[in-house]
Protein backbone atom coordinates (compact mmCIF):
# COMPACT_ATOMS: atom_id res chain seq x y z
CA UNK A 1 0.00 0.00 0.00
CA UNK A 2 1.57 3.40 -1.02
CA UNK A 3 1.45 6.12 1.37
CA UNK A 4 -1.03 7.75 -0.82
CA UNK A 5 -3.17 4.96 -0.61
CA UNK A 6 -3.06 4.91 3.26
CA UNK A 7 -4.14 8.61 3.23
CA UNK A 8 -6.90 8.35 1.31
CA UNK A 9 -8.18 5.26 3.33
CA UNK A 10 -7.93 7.56 6.54
CA UNK A 11 -9.58 10.38 5.30
CA UNK A 12 -12.25 7.89 3.84
CA UNK A 13 -12.93 6.25 6.88
CA UNK A 14 -12.77 9.42 8.83
CA UNK A 15 -15.01 11.74 6.97
CA UNK A 16 -16.70 9.63 4.64
CA UNK A 17 -16.96 10.01 0.64
CA UNK A 18 -16.44 13.89 0.34
CA UNK A 19 -13.81 13.64 2.29
CA UNK A 20 -11.03 15.99 1.07
CA UNK A 21 -12.65 19.25 2.22
CA UNK A 22 -12.97 17.97 6.21
CA UNK A 23 -9.55 16.67 5.84
CA UNK A 24 -8.09 20.08 5.10
CA UNK A 25 -10.04 21.57 7.91
CA UNK A 26 -8.93 19.28 10.16
CA UNK A 27 -5.32 20.01 9.05
CA UNK A 28 -5.25 23.42 8.52
CA UNK A 29 -4.40 23.36 4.96
CA UNK A 30 -6.32 23.94 1.61
CA UNK A 31 -8.08 21.72 -0.45
CA UNK A 32 -6.01 21.89 -2.91
CA UNK A 33 -3.45 20.90 -1.01
CA UNK A 34 -4.82 17.52 0.48
CA UNK A 35 -6.00 17.03 -3.17
CA UNK A 36 -2.38 17.25 -4.44
CA UNK A 37 -1.53 14.80 -1.35
CA UNK A 38 -4.41 12.67 -2.57
CA UNK A 39 -3.05 11.92 -6.19
CA UNK A 40 0.19 11.93 -5.40
CA UNK A 41 1.63 15.05 -7.05
CA UNK A 42 2.77 16.01 -3.81
CA UNK A 43 4.70 14.59 -0.98
CA UNK A 44 2.68 14.25 2.08
CA UNK A 45 4.66 15.58 5.07
CA UNK A 46 5.81 13.96 8.14
CA UNK A 47 3.47 15.67 10.44
CA UNK A 48 0.96 15.01 8.37
CA UNK A 49 1.58 11.33 9.23
CA UNK A 50 1.71 12.61 12.70
CA UNK A 51 -1.62 14.51 13.24
CA UNK A 52 -3.32 11.36 11.30
CA UNK A 53 -3.34 9.15 14.15
CA UNK A 54 -4.39 11.60 16.60
CA UNK A 55 -7.79 12.76 14.18
CA UNK A 56 -8.73 8.85 14.47
CA UNK A 57 -8.36 8.62 17.76
CA UNK A 58 -10.31 11.39 18.24
CA UNK A 59 -13.33 10.80 16.34
CA UNK A 60 -12.99 7.04 17.81
CA UNK A 61 -13.71 8.64 20.89
CA UNK A 62 -16.65 10.68 19.67
CA UNK A 63 -18.24 7.35 18.00
CA UNK A 64 -17.39 5.21 21.27
CA UNK A 65 -19.25 8.34 23.14
CA UNK A 66 -21.90 8.14 20.42
CA UNK A 67 -22.88 4.60 20.19
CA UNK A 68 -23.04 4.60 24.59
CA UNK A 69 -25.43 7.76 24.36
CA UNK A 70 -27.98 5.55 22.20
CA UNK A 71 -27.45 2.33 23.76
CA UNK A 72 -28.42 3.45 27.24
CA UNK A 73 -31.57 5.31 25.28
CA UNK A 74 -32.07 2.23 23.78
CA UNK A 75 -30.53 -0.88 24.87
CA UNK A 76 -29.59 -2.96 22.91
CA UNK A 77 -31.79 -6.59 22.88
CA UNK A 78 -30.52 -10.04 22.88
CA UNK A 79 -31.26 -10.29 19.26
CA UNK A 80 -29.36 -7.06 18.28
CA UNK A 81 -26.28 -8.17 20.75
CA UNK A 82 -25.34 -10.61 18.97
CA UNK A 83 -24.22 -9.13 15.83
CA UNK A 84 -21.53 -7.79 18.16
Do not use: H
Amino acid sequence: MTDRNLFCEAGRALYGALWQAEMARALGVSDRTVRRWASGEAPIPAGVWQEIPNLIIDRSNELADLLDRIRKRYPPTSASSERR
